[in-house]
């Protein structure tokens, strides 16, 4: 057994030991309730006996008189004593709210318990002699009840031992079934935790009898059946919300796989195409360009540009490769978000002539990586040239509402259609393959904003119409300067 495995085999021993050991303190904590309810109602029981066989008492002198001597050891063996007070009892009388719940005959009497002491008597006859005690008045007389309870005593004694033993034998079979209790009900979690091992380990796909887990069987998932889900209905109401958790986590790997297969079917699609046309320029100059000075300078041209293509392509494949390996690096910087729409401005203006650029910017400063979100930027200024005809109107926004600072694109292109927008920001998306074609573009840029402003804390907006515009809104948290 490797130490990873002695790891996790410890792990599991500890969480059966801990819950096993919890388990047991319950029921002691349970058993030791049981006991005070015991010894409390024994209590009660004991009080109420006396003051009924102290009314008892009273009523017998009043009907009879004072007991005779074969009278008073005929009461002594029923454990009750009647005789005249040559004293008064250190007791206490009762409350005069309390008074009304006792008969009229030992409502005013003084009541005392009275344990004989004797310092050789153990811990177990400790009770034995206990008594019950009253000081009233009966015709004038002043009277002394004393009532034992030994015998009963005794009967209370006798069965809170026999509570005790079936307590300790109870709590001593429950540390050695529960542990089994315990281990059973947590196999679907040591099955699943083998199966993890498993699945870190490169060992091809699995078999079905090797997927027992969770309460139901995780059949062969592999990357060819990650669509399978844990049955929530048979599994235990203990482990549902740890099912819920992992068929969620399987659909996320699923989702996830997919489109990392989507993507680099896309990628190789999207490389096919430049590549094809480099050979075919290659084989243009092959055959004719060495002597056509025409041809020659065309394909020169065209392989710059489809170089030039590749390079961007592969470059945001990199990009995006590194967001998702969490591998990029932002450095964070307060800056005026209207300042760099500025730039944005003049540099687009510089270098694009066939549009009417318009721009408003207010002072809105950020805490963001600069480069990263006027990459963002620009990606939206692009994205709108590329859609909007020549003379078209872009019009660039930098506002502040709420704390949130917004910088958004506003063009009179030809639009959106309500069933695309929210597919926009997918990877290698278009809407018109002929028309991105035209435009040069990959699909991946609208991606790559999203991945910016997400990094940042913040979302995109789209608002679009077809034949009239759209206006792509880039929001991030706002920074206050001072």
């Known amino acids: 057994m490797s130490k990873k495995q002695e790891k996790i085999h410890t792990i599991g021993f500890s969480i059966v030991s801990k819950l096993n050991v919890q388990l047991w303190v319950r029921s002691?904590?349970?058993?030791?309730?049981?006991?005070?309810?015991?010894?409390?109602?024994?209590?009660?029981?004991?009080?109420?006996?006396?003051?009924?066989?102290?009314?008892?008492?009273?009523?017998?002198?009043?009907?009879?008189?004072?007991?005779?001597?074969?009278?008073?050891?005929?009461?002594?063996?029923?454990?009750?004593?009647?005789?005249?007070?040559?004293?008064t009892l250190g007791g206490i009388a009762l409350p005069e709210a309390i008074k009304e719940v006792f008969p009229p005959e030992t409502q005013d009497a003084i009541r005392m318990i009275h344990l004989p002491r004797d310092s050789d008597v153990s811990l177990y006859h400790l009770f034995d002699q206990l008594q019950y005690q009253l000081e009233l008045d009966i015709e004038g007389v002043p009277t002394r009840v004393v009532i034992n309870f030994s015998s009963l005593i005794w009967v209370l004694k006798t069965l809170f031992l026999v509570l005790l033993v079936v307590q300790l034998l109870s709590l001593f079979k429950t540390m050695i079934t529960r542990a089994d209790l315990i281990r059973d009900v947590l196999k679907p979690i040591s099955d699943l935790t083998r199966q993890a091992q498993t699945l870190s380990q490169d060992k091809g796909p699995l078999s079905v009898q090797e997927m027992q887990a969770l309460a139901g069987t995780l059949d062969e998932i592999n990357a060819a059946r990650l669509d399978t889900r844990i049955d929530l209905d048979s599994t235990q109401d203990e482990l549902k919300n740890l099912a819920v958790a992992i068929n969620r986590l399987l659909a996320r790997i699923n989702e996830s796989y997919r489109l990392q297969a989507r993507f680099v079917s896309d990628a190789s699609h999207e490389l096919r195409t430049p590549i094809a046309a480099i050979q075919g320029y290659a084989n243009l100059l092959d055959r004719w360009g060495k002597n056509d000075p025409e041809a020659l300078q065309e394909s020169i041209d065209a392989l710059k540009e489809e170089a030039a293509n590749m390079k961007d392509l592969v470059e945001q494949l990199l990009f995006l490769a590194r967001g998702d390996n969490n591998t990029m690096h932002l450095d964070f910087e307060l800056f005026d978000l209207g300042n760099l729409a500025q730039t944005i401005f003049r540099e687009t203006e510089m270098i694009n002539g066939g549009h009417v650029f318009q721009i408003q910017a207010s002072e809105v400063f950020i805490l963001a990586d600069q480069g990263l979100v006027k990459q963002a930027c620009r990606i939206l200024v692009d994205n709108a040239i590329k859609y909007t005809p020549a003379g078209g109107t872009i019009r660039l926004v930098v506002t502040s509402t709420e704390g949130q600072a917004c910088f958004s694109v506003q063009d009179s292109g030809i639009g959106i259609p309500p069933d695309v927008i929210p597919h926009i920001f997918e990877r290698f998306y278009r809407a018109d393959e002929s028309r991105a074609r035209a435009t040069g573009g990959t699909g991946l840029g609208l991606s790559i904003a999203k991945w910016i402003v997400e990094r940042h804390g913040g979302h995109l907006e789209v608002l679009s119409r077809e034949d009239f515009g759209s206006r792509i809104s880039l929001v991030l948290p706002q920074n206050d300067a001072t």
């Open 28 to 87: 002691l904590g349970l058993f030791l309730v049981l006991n005070l309810v015991f010894i409390v109602a024994s209590s009660a029981m004991l009080l109420v006996t006396g003051e009924r066989k102290a009314l008892q008492a009273v009523q017998h002198v009043k009907m009879y008189g004072w007991p005779t001597e074969g009278e008073s050891r005929w009461l002594d063996q029923q454990g009750l004593e009647i005789s005249q007070s040559l004293g």
